[in-house]
């Protein structure tokens, strides 16, 4: 594998400024060929921005022939780069060079069919009923969709992003449920419905007697939220968050000594063998389902003759192991940068590492800091892996110690937020460079620059 320099950069730290410099240094020096440059950003503004940037640099130096010759790299979002790699090699992938890609919006809503296919069956009838006494039936975050719906399209979407096939996510359900539910109380043998029934049937008497005497609204709503969640028990209509919240309820002083009674109950809604078979049954069902909607998501592309982003993905990571496309980019493959590593998807790695086992030089750009991919498939702690074993691969680390965007009160007062939350996964390199040897905050110095105006801080 080809020495890889990380590249630590921090927001405002001149991060493009730094990946010019690095494709120029490269491109002037003759030992990277324009053809033989792959560079991987996050957006199409910010490819065109560093193809742009670098062909200017050439332009004003006099190097005519690189700056035409720019055209030649592949500087693209990550998707883009793949796409391109599969088309070229697409005889050996076995497939037709006009691949048809979805877009992102438009694979969001076949896979909401593939959804809407599976769910539109009787056998869900029972799943929907786990769901609504896990009260997941509620809308998620910001109202967007409902929260079992949302922890579907996740697991769906987690299971394309680390490549893993419909039998192997259904085989995953087992073993998550039972991870999750050894975090519980050790399940009961007492009949905590019956108890519940009796503990609310005892103090309901003492309870509407205070209410009648006391005419007092609270009281009343208390008395009202019992009377329900006693029918409800009766009715099987129940929620297991219905337990916890009449538990929670706080009646004043007069009704505490009965309410007591029944909250200390309830309070036990986690032993209940019940509650945890819902727990896993809901686990199995929700993987199952999961399996069930990759399968439908692949049959409907297919029957339309589409692929999307993550298949393009798949296709490279599997054209990367065929020895006629390894003999290509070996000899083609200069130099290998990615930009916005901390958002890269465990497939992207995957493809990210079998390129640089092929290229001369590469450099990955990030900062775990910045990371906000996570609902894509990108987790931050493959970048921290990754970190961790640059040792073991002859790999070194670069920090970019300037702020050219803030002034030096401002980044001050970052560090002192910032150093402490990420005081585990910062690496001695980093905490050295952003605390100093002494354990310290920086001392930051604003420092004129030659690039830009405004103030720059460096970090000492």
Known sequence: MSKITFISAGAG?????QLTKILYEELKGATARPSGVIATTFTKKAATELRERVRKELL???????????????????????????????????IAPNQQVLEEEQSRILLNRAL?????????????????????????????????????????????????????????AAPCADDFLSYFPKPTKDDLFEEALRAIDFALPAIS?????????????????LNQFKRDLQSDNYSWADWLSVAKETPQASLKLKADGVAAVLNRVTEHPQFRKDIRDYLEQVFATAAKVLVAYEGMKLEQ??????DQEALLLKLLEN?????????ELDLLMVDEFQDTSPIQLAVFMKLAELAKRVYWVGDVKQAIYG??????????AVLAALPKINGKKEILGKSWRS???????????????????????????????????????PVSSPRRRGITVTVY
Request: charged share 25%.
């Open 209 to 225: 007697k205070i209410a009648r005497e006391e005419n007092k609204k609270n009281t009343g709503e208390y008395l009202s939220k």
């Open 375 to 384: 609902f894509r498939g990108s987790d931050t702690e493959l970048m921290q």
């Open 407 to 445: 002034r030096p009160m401002l980044v001050n007062l970052a560090n002192s937020i910032f150093v402490p939350v990420f005081a585990e996964s910062l690496t001695e390199q980093v905490r050295q460079a952003t605390l100093g040897d002494r354990g310290e905050y920086p001392q930051l110095r």
């Open 305 to 310: 003759g589409v692929i999307d982003f993550v």
């Open 60 to 94: 004003d130096k006099g190097e005519f022939t690189l700056a035409n010759q720019m055209g030649q790299a592949r500087v693209g979002t990550v998707n883009s780069v793949c796409g391109s790699l599969v088309e070229r090699f697409a005889f050996e992938a076995g």
């Open 13 to 17: 730290s001149g991060k493009t400024f």
């Open 323 to 331: 020895p006629t496309v390894q003999g290509f980019l070996k000899e």
């Open 116 to 172: 809407d296919a599976v769910l539109d069956g009787p056998e869900q009838d029972a799943f929907l009923e786990i769901v609504r006494r896990l009260a997941l039936d509620a809308p998620g975050f910001g109202n967007n969709g409902l929260r079992w719906k949302n922890d579907l399209k996740d697991l769906v979407n987690q299971a394309r992003a680390n490549a893993l096939s419909s039998q192997t996510l259904a085989g995953f």
